[in-house]
C-alpha cells in the first residue's frame, strides 16, 4: 500500500469535515469583505478568473471555443485519435501532465 493510499481515507475525513463547517462560508465573507477594501484597480486582481473552453470536431476539424461565444478561437484540421504507437512514445503527454485553465 503506497503513502498515497494510506493517507487517503484521513484527508478525504478531514476534506468533508471542513466542508460541513462554517470555515468556507466564514473564508469567503471575510475575502469579499478585505477585497472590497481595496482600491478599485487591485480589487479586478481577484476577480474569479475561471474560464471554460469548448473543444469540438466539426467534419475533419477540431474547433476550440470559449463557452458562451459562436465564434471560434482556433481551428485545426483533424486526423483522428492518436495511434497506440503514437501514445507509447515519449514525447505523449499522460493524463497527469494534462492541466486546465
Same mark, same amino acid.
Do not use: C, H
Given at each position: 500500500?503506497?503513502?498515497? !493510499? *494510506?493517507?487517503?481515507? +484521513?484527508? /478525504?475525513? &478531514? ?5 460541513? *463547517? @462554517?470555515? @468556507?462560508?466564514?473564508? =469567503? &465573507? &471575510? ?10 484597480? &487591485?480589487? /479586478? $486582481?481577484?476577480? !474569479?478568473?475561471?474560464? #471554460? $473552453? ?5 467534419? !475533419?476539424?477540431? +474547433? ?9 478561437? =482556433?481551428?485545426?484540421? $483533424? #486526423? ?5 504507437? =503514437?501514445?507509447? *512514445?515519449?514525447? $505523449?503527454? !499522460? =493524463?497527469? *501532465?494534462?492541466?486546465? #485553465?
Amino acid at each position: 500500500m503506497s503513502l498515497f !493510499d *494510506s493517507i487517503q481515507p +484521513v484527508v /478525504a475525513k &478531514w476534506t468533508t469535515r471542513y466542508r460541513r *463547517s @462554517p470555515v @468556507p462560508a466564514f473564508l =469567503a &465573507w &471575510w475575502k469579499a469583505e478585505l477585497v472590497g477594501s481595496l482600491p478599485a484597480r &487591485w480589487q /479586478a $486582481w481577484f476577480q !474569479d478568473r475561471r474560464e #471554460v $473552453w469548448l473543444a469540438s470536431i466539426e467534419g !475533419d476539424e477540431l +474547433v476550440l471555443r470559449r463557452e458562451g461565444q459562436s465564434e471560434p478561437l =482556433a481551428v485545426s484540421i $483533424w #486526423v483522428g485519435p492518436p495511434t497506440r504507437s =503514437a501514445r507509447n *512514445s515519449p514525447g $505523449w503527454p !499522460d =493524463a497527469r *501532465s494534462i492541466t486546465t #485553465v
